[in-house]
């Protein structure tokens, strides 16, 4: 058995450090190219959503490498990322690879399934080892997104422009090849002392531009034309609300305080909207109310071309953001987004709230100049 | 004639390149209007060529801006002092033009947009990316088809006496339905006058959703010359338009008037253009490989001049960028 | 003066209306239900819909903004979350009413029960009492009002069952006319049984599928619609499913094509489906693969959005019917 699973992010980090040390075969799915994104969307549905069809494209690559057993997160609607393990299989059976497909239902949806999917997966492993193993994933769970923080810092306010974005490659690398829990927890601390040694630029006060939208999107560079890197080379701070490790928590760990998370996001996005409508839409309305509220300069939300819980997102974003009065702007994407156009459009809205910001220095300069 | 500054905005679009020339109160001296016709970097030669005839010897460009989809290109070949996105460089134009503005309709080759604009401040902005209908290529195609000149199109339109109403989201379509229109039968001054219309309702549907048009509007980009287009703004939105005298290159004025402002607040800054010489004898090559370093196979684009690498671009890893115009390749 | 309460002619309209209309009916209130949708109605919807939202949304739009002009005292929009325990009807839906009060302007007072019985069916009798409560200080007669309009619904349901569309089963219910009268003038020998799968609001809205059932008819097919086949043929073929699918509407149309499928009634399949439909994006995907798998028979996804041309549509409805007649010979 050889298995493979979905390139989210990083995700591929966390979970290859789960399987090698429990000792299963597996294959890292290979980054998403634009081959990748070709070939899943030759194969797939012509309206399926976008994470679907680099899905297919993944798996397909993977399955050529030789993998033969794939995990996939399920669901329980309303959106469609529930039924994807479904059609992804349908597709690749029809084309003729037999794979096996390993769908690990939330724990909404019946967590005794769940359990004993797992346990099928790992029969025969000793319960110190998948402890070990888990404890691992997580420690480098944990700082990747210590990682992402220092990079959206050091993006925004480095004198020499693509330095950070260097050392985030190194990063990710070193936290991928390092196996032993002390030699990770040395090798943050070396990572972290160079990041300290970027050179900023003096008086630069970055603007801060919150992401929100659906996960996959948000996570996945490839499938958002690198916004991270675009708008930290701008010169603006960026703040994400969704973050891997949140992602591992609800669909395979059970842990508290996402659900707090929730509730925060959910009051904050009451009087927009009040009722959960699958995937993230409810999240990209909340978390939107709580970055305004925060002080942050505008907010980009961005989400695949018809995923349904975002257009209802994309619908009450416009009010949100004139009550709010914080700049919002939805970018739909897909394979046929236009990297000019979508570049086009991001430093428009950098120049906006640039704008914006002057203008509110100067009411309160005039404020205080008794004018 | 004494030494003045003046400052050059060059916008790069993929369907006409213009350059302005502008002293420094923002008048324009100058204003080049070329096809681009997909050799950018000849378009930007001939442009500086055609600008520097009859204009006296000894002007001092003191600030370059570029602007539009080939403003990095146009950075490279000239060595610009603001490299600026279409959207900004066309609201800050129209606010030289019409301070009290608060709409920008913009539509040019390609790609429409809207700018909303209140209190002197762009507030939201949309443009459109997914379809070609109603922008400059697909009118100047519709013309050539009918056997009319540009220039007429717009003058056909206003004799029309009837309503016909063409339909399509997309330029294909819009295209079927109008031949269809014209095997029923119907005049080609009100097919003319339903396709104007057609195409301000898709504007007003696709780029212009759900944001709130407020006079006092401008119109402009090459399609604001076609009086059609205008009657039909001003028909579906019951109030006038303005299009302002330098409609066509609004976008260059823009980053002319962004570089002029650069210049006036950093006082000793000097400008990086290469100067008029030095880029209109320049024998630039451009070509572009495929990278085989990992299977995202992207096509590296690389400008050469007299030789010498100038840039590179298209990897989306940066292996091949360069990161300034120093010609030394980094260690990226 | 009684109070008017207007229902939006869009979604799931065609699915609960006779029990909506009779139950405020019931509380002394006067109904008024949006004109049939009209050019008009689609424009002014697309007016203040997002681009990506879907054509029944867009359209469901339009009618919320032609009762405004009515000025009705309220607009009725449920917010369906869910139907039937663990299925959902779909992400819009939930959202519905949220998006309607961000998109139109000068509403005048909604009533949008939240309506989730995706834990089963809880707290009915209080979403009942809580519309009622708007209308009427008893709470028994807001609950025989319902109870009434249950009544109505059920046979209503029924007979759409019978294969009446919405309109003659409305007639037959209001005693404007017999079902006999209406079978009556069915009595037509059609040569082809086609299957036509399709969300209510898109198969009943004659100007959405540009009157795709009477064109149908018209070409001598018997046009077989998903609401024909009981509750329970539906549960069991969807039990042969890997995994169970969680959209109400969807669940129906898969049923009824693994029923026609195994059955072998039917001579074609058309699937209707709204540009931007989540769901029907990946189990239309699913239908024509088992069809081209199991069924060998004709096949064909017609997407549907405001921009879809009559000509073409018309053009692909007759080659369909051809493709069948050529593989009945």
């Not at chain 1, 996005?269 to 942050?296: D, I, Q, R």
């Amino acid at each position: 058995m050889k298995i493979t699973f979905p390139h989210m992010g990083n995700l591929y980090i966390i979970l290859a450090a789960f399987f090698e040390n429990l000792g299963i075969d597996f294959i890292v799915p290979p980054p998403i190219t634009k081959k990748t994104i070709e070939l899943g969307a030759m194969y797939s549905p012509e309206f399926a959503c976008f994470p679907l069809k680099i899905n297919v494209g993944n798996f397909i690559e993977a399955l050529e490498m030789g993998a033969d057993t794939i995990i996939m997160a399920g669901g329980i609607g309303p959106c469609r990322f529930g039924y994807y393990a479904q059609v992804e299989k349908e597709i690749l059976t029809d084309l003729g690879y037999k794979c096996n497909m390993v769908v690990l239902e939330p724990p909404k949806g019946n967590l005794k399934e769940v359990l004993f999917q797992i346990y099928k997966l790992l029969q025969g492993k000793d319960l110190n080892n998948i402890i070990k193993a888990a404890k691992i994933a997580w420690l480098k769970a944990k700082a990747l997104e210590e990682i992402e923080k220092e990079v959206f810092f050091y993006r925004a306010r480095e004198k020499v422009k693509g330095m950070t974005t260097k050392l985030y490659r190194k990063a990710l690398r070193i936290i991928h090849e390092t196996k032993e829990i002390d030699s990770i927890k040395s090798s943050i601390e070396r990572i972290n002392k160079e990041f300290k040694r970027i050179e900023l630029k003096k008086d630069h006060d970055p603007l801060r531009i919150g992401l929100v939208g659906e996960i996959y999107t948000l996570l996945e560079p490839s499938s958002n034309m690198n916004i991270e890197e675009t708008l930290g080379e701008l010169g603006a701070e960026v703040e994400k609300s969704i973050r891997l490790t949140e992602w591992t928590n609800t669909n395979l760990i059970l842990d508290m305080l996402r659900i707090k998370g929730e509730l925060k996001c959910r009051t904050a996005a009451k009087p927009y909207l009040n009722y959960f409508v699958g995937g993230h839409g409810l999240e990209s309305v909340g978390e939107t109310v709580l970055y305004a509220n925060s002080g942050v300069d505008g907010v980009i939300h961005l989400a695949p071309f018809t995923c349904m819980p975002e257009i209802v997102a994309q619908s009450i974003l416009p009010r949100v953001s004139k009550e709010k009065n914080i700049p919002v702007i939805t970018m739909m994407l897909d394979e046929h987004s236009a990297e000019a156009g979508f570049r086009t459009r991001i430093e428009a809205f950098v120049d906006l709230l640039e704008k914006k910001r002057e203008e509110k220095l100067y009411d309160e300069q005039k404020l205080l100049s008794w004018d | 004639m004494m030494n003045r500054n003046f400052f050059l905005g060059i916008d790069v679009g993929s369907v006409s390149t213009n350059l302005v020339l502008i002293d420094s109160h923002t008048n324009i001296i100058k204003k080049i209007y070329l096809r681009t016709m997909g050799k950018p970097i000849d378009a930007i030669q001939n442009g500086l060529r055609d600008l520097r005839k009859d204009i006296e010897q000894d002007i001092t460009i003191a600030g370059v801006g570029t602007t539009g989809s080939g403003r990095s290109l146009a950075d490279t070949i000239v060595g610009a002092d603001v490299v600026k996105n279409e959207i900004t460089a066309h609201s800050i134009a129209s606010l030289s033009v019409v301070p009290d503005v608060q709409t920008v309709i913009e539509i040019g080759g390609q790609d429409p947009k809207i700018i909303i604009i209140r209190n002197g401040i762009v507030t939201d902005f949309a443009m459109n990316t997914v379809c070609a209908a109603g922008t400059g290529s697909f009118l100047d195609r519709q013309s050539s088809r009918l056997n009319i000149s540009i220039e007429e199109f717009g003058n056909h339109a206003l004799k029309s006496k009837n309503h016909v109403r063409i339909a399509g989201r997309c330029a294909v379509f819009a295209e079927s339905d109008m031949i269809h229109k014209q095997q029923m039968g119907h005049r080609v001054e009100d097919i003319i006058w339903g396709l104007c219309k057609a195409l301000v309702r898709n504007y007003i549907n696709n780029v212009a959703k759900g944001k709130e048009i407020k006079g006092p509007i401008v119109f402009q980009g090459g399609v604001a010359a076609n009086k059609g287009i205008k009657a039909a703004f001003e028909e579906y939105l019951k109030c006038k338009v303005i299009v302002p005298e330098h409609y066509d290159v609004m976008g260059a004025l823009g980053a002319a008037i962004l570089a002029k402002e650069k210049i006036e607040r950093s006082r000793r800054y000097r400008s990086n253009f290469y100067g008029f010489d030095n880029i209109c004898t320049g024998c630039y090559n451009t070509s572009s490989f495929e990278c085989t370093g990992c299977s995202n196979l992207c096509e590296v684009i690389k400008i050469e001049l007299n030789g010498e690498i100038l840039a590179r671009w298209g990897d989306r890893c940066g292996k091949w960028k360069l990161l300034n115009h120093s010609g030394k390749i980094s260690n990226m | 003066m009684p109070q008017t309460v207007g229902i939006p002619r869009g979604l799931l309209f065609y699915n609960y209306f006779p029990l909506w209309e009779t139950f405020f009916e019931e509380l002394g209130c006067r109904v008024i239900i949006s004109e049939k949708t009209t050019k008009d109605i689609l424009n002014s919807g697309i007016e203040v819909t997002v681009d990506d939202a879907c054509l029944p949304i867009k359209i469901y739009h339009g009618h919320i903004r032609h009762l405004v002009n009515q000025n009705v005292d309220y607009i009725y929009v449920p917010r369906l979350v869910s139907v039937f325990r663990k299925e959902y009807i779909c992400p819009k839906f939930s959202g519905l009413p949220d998006m309607i009060k961000s998109n139109v302007k000068n509403l005048p007072r909604i009533i949008s029960p939240d309506i989730d019985w995706s834990n089963g069916k809880v707290k009915l009798m209080n979403t009942v009492l809580s519309i009622g409560k708007i209308f009427s200080r008893d709470p028994l007669k807001v609950w025989l009002a319902y109870k009434k309009g249950y009544r109505q619904y059920k046979q209503y349901k029924s007979f759409l069952q019978q294969g009446f569309s919405p309109e003659e089963a409305v007639d037959i219910i209001r005693n404007k006319t017999s079902a006999n009268d209406v079978i009556q003038g069915k009595q037509k020998k059609r040569e082809y049984k086609v299957l036509l799968l399709g969300h209510p609001y898109n198969l009943y809205d004659s100007f959405i599928n540009m009157d795709i059932i009477h064109k149908l008819k018209k070409m001598g097919c018997a046009v077989l619609t998903p609401e024909l086949l009981s509750g329970e043929i539906i549960e069991n073929y969807n039990k042969t499913l890997p995994k169970k699918i969680f959209w109400t509407m969807e669940k129906r149309l898969v049923g009824n094509t693994l029923y026609y499928l195994e059955e072998k009634k039917i001579d074609g399949i058309i699937y209707l489906v709204s540009f931007g439909c989540g769901p029907d994006s990946l189990v239309g995907e699913l239908v024509g693969r088992w069809v081209k798998k199991k069924g060998r028979i004709p096949f064909m996804l017609i997407t549907i959005d405001e921009h879809t041309g009559e000509a073409g549509f018309n053009t692909r409805l007759e080659a369909f019917v051809d493709m069948i007649e050529r593989c009945k010979k």
